[in-house]
Antibody, heavy 123, light 108 residues
Framework: EVQLLESGGGLVQPGGSLRLSCAAS????????MYWVRQAPGKGLEWVSS????????YYADSVRGRFTISRDNSKNTLYLEMNSLRADDTAVYYCAKDAHSSGWFRDAFDIWGQGTMVTVSS | EVVMTQSPATLSVSPGERATLSCRAS??????LAWYQQKPGQTPRLLIYGASTRATGIPARFSGSGSGTEFTLTISSLQSEDFAVYYC??????????FGQGTKVEIK
C-alpha cells in the first residue's frame, strides 16, 4: 500500500524551530517529486514547498522562503521540512504529498497525501 | 502567480441531485487542473487530474471538464458521502502551485 506518514509536529514558541519528517512506503520514493502543503485551522490548502526526485531542485512559497528548507533522503525514503523563525501564521496542519508522475520532475497532480502533522506556534 | 477562483463558496444540494462546481484560472493552464475532496478531519483526496481524468477508485458520478481557464466538477447524483469541501488546483504554471479557496457542498 502506498503510504506517507508525517511526524515531528508540535507546539513551538514564536521564533523557534521544528523539523518535520514524512516517511514514504509502498512506492519507489526516489523516482517521485514531493511536496509539502499546509492548512491553517478552518482555512484552505496552501502549497509550501516542492523538491525534485534527486533533491537538486527545490521551490518555496514566498511566505516561507528563507525560513523553511525542504530536503530528502532517498536511502531512507524520507522527506523533510526544516522550519526556522516560526511565526504564529505558520500554525497549520502540514501534509506531505507525492507527484502522480514517476518522472522525478513536477509533472502532475498530488495523488497521495499523508495524514498530516499539526504545528502550533504560540507563546 | 496563477490565481484560482472557485464558485460558489457553498453549494446546498439534496441527496440524489446534481452538483456543479466551477473553477477559474487567472491565465491559461491548458488541462493542468486537479480536483480534490476533503471531508472534515480527513486528508485531501485526489478526484480528478488532467481536468477530466478520474483518479484510481473514484466513482463515475464524478466528472471533470474544461480547459484553458474555465473548469467544472460535476457530481451527477450526490451521495451522503459526497458532502465535503472540494478544491481545484493548478499544476501547469509553477511555482507556486496554487489552490482555489474551496467549495463546500452541504446537505440542503
Amino acid at each position: 500500500e502506498v503510504q506517507l506518514l508525517e511526524s515531528g509536529g508540535g507546539l513551538v514558541q514564536p521564533g523557534g524551530s521544528l523539523r518535520l519528517s514524512c516517511a514514504a512506503s509502498g512506492f519507489n520514493f526516489r523516482t517521485y517529486a514531493m511536496y509539502w502543503v499546509r492548512q491553517a485551522p478552518g482555512k484552505g490548502l496552501e502549497w509550501v514547498s516542492s523538491i525534485s526526485s534527486s533533491g537538486g531542485n527545490a521551490y518555496y512559497a514566498d511566505s516561507v522562503r528563507g525560513r523553511f528548507t525542504i530536503s530528502r533522503d532517498n536511502s531512507k525514503n524520507t522527506l523533510y521540512l526544516e522550519m526556522n523563525s516560526l511565526r504564529a501564521d505558520d500554525t497549520a496542519v502540514y501534509y506531505c504529498a507525492k507527484d502522480a508522475h514517476s518522472s522525478g520532475w513536477f509533472r502532475d497532480a498530488f495523488d497521495i497525501w499523508g495524514q498530516g502533522t499539526m504545528v502550533t506556534v504560540s507563546s | 502567480e496563477v490565481v484560482m477562483t472557485q464558485s460558489p463558496a457553498t453549494l446546498s444540494v439534496s441527496p440524489g441531485e446534481r452538483a456543479t462546481l466551477s473553477c477559474r484560472a487567472s491565465q491559461s493552464i491548458n488541462d493542468n487542473l486537479a480536483w480534490y475532496q476533503q471531508k472534515p478531519g480527513q486528508t485531501p483526496r485526489l478526484l480528478i487530474y488532467g481536468a477530466s481524468t478520474r483518479a484510481t477508485g473514484i466513482p463515475a458520478r464524478f466528472s471533470g471538464s474544461g480547459s484553458g481557464t474555465e473548469f467544472t466538477l460535476t457530481i451527477s447524483s450526490l451521495q451522503s458521502e459526497d458532502f465535503a469541501v472540494y478544491y481545484c488546483q493548478q499544476y501547469g504554471i509553477w511555482p507556486p502551485w496554487t489552490f482555489g479557496q474551496g467549495t463546500k457542498v452541504e446537505i440542503k
